[in-house]
T-cell receptor, first 116, second 118 residues
Framework: AQTVTQSQPEMSVQEAETVTLSCTYDTSESDYYLFWYKQPPSRQMILVIRQEAYKQQNATENRFSVNFQKAAKSFSLKISDSQLGDAAMYFCAYRPYTGANSKLTFGKGITLSVRP | GAVVSQHPSWVICKSGTSVKIECRSLDFQATTMFWYRQFPKQSLMLMATSNEGSKATYEQGVEKDKFLINHASLTLSTLTVTSAHPEDSSFYIC??????????????FGPGTRLTVT
């Protein structure tokens, strides 16, 4: 069974600074997706970034980038120039590449606070 | 991006009654829909997966007779909490996924429904 581990329950960052959120996962599959989702106080789940395991290049979306280390099964999220609106709960998630019913497996999440 | 709506966003019901939550994919056809439950400050727990026109597949430990899921069309799935009790109070989130090779085979989340059972 696949597992996703987010070992830090909380982190804090100063506005305009950079923060890295850690995530490790375990799978025997070779093809899969990895995601970071943001859940602000509204509780609407928002996709931040997606990485396909077969791609060696790390995904980036504006201020958000990942460090994907397939061999180490590590998938960290870097937020640059942190903004107050980045304060939220962040979930790392894994999904197998194939299968019509392939399911997302979420980590426990990390609460990120941004200090003004 | 694709939009998933949920209705109601917040509902209070009395113990012993049933409540229905609707999940709609507004601008795409969702062949697969997922229902999650989330407690405060915790992760999403998958309750069941449903495919249009088929019976839902429930995760281990989820009572299928209490949480009735119907995926009657490609744009609508419903979750009915039957004979609700205070311990069913939670935040319920639906998610819809388009078929492979469409919309990047992405999974989109509804805004959630807060259920309070008194």
């Amino acid at each position: 069974a696949q597992t996703v581990t987010q070992s830090q329950p909380e982190m804090s960052v100063q506005e305009a600074e950079t923060v890295t959120l850690s995530c490790t996962y375990d799978t025997s599959e070779s093809d899969y997706y990895l995601f970071w989702y943001k859940q602000p106080p509204s509780r609407q789940m928002i996709l931040v970034i997606r990485q396909e395991a077969y791609k060696q290049q790390n995904a980036t979306e504006n201020r958000f980038s990942v460090n994907f280390q397939k061999a180490a099964k590590s998938f960290s999220l870097k937020i640059s120039d942190s903004q107050l609106g980045d304060a939220a709960m962040y979930f790392c998630a894994y999904r197998p590449y194939t299968g019509a019913n392939s399911k997302l497996t979420f980590g426990k999440g990390i609460t990120l606070s941004v200090r003004p | 991006g694709a939009v998933v709506s949920q209705h109601p966003s917040w509902v209070i019901c009395k113990s012993g009654t049933s409540v229905k939550i609707e999940c709609r994919s507004l601008d795409f056809q969702a062949t697969t829909m997922f229902w999650y439950r989330q407690f405060p400050k915790q992760s999403l727990m998958l309750m069941a997966t449903s495919n249009e026109g088929s019976k839902a597949t429930y995760e281990q430990g989820v009572e299928k007779d209490k949480f009735l899921i119907n995926h009657a069309s490609l744009t609508l799935s419903t979750l009915t909490v039957t004979s609700a009790h205070p311990e069913d109070s939670s935040f319920y989130i639906c998610s819809a996924r388009s078929p492979p090779r469409t919309y990047s085979y992405e999974q989109y989340f509804g805004p959630g429904t807060r259920l309070t059972v008194t």
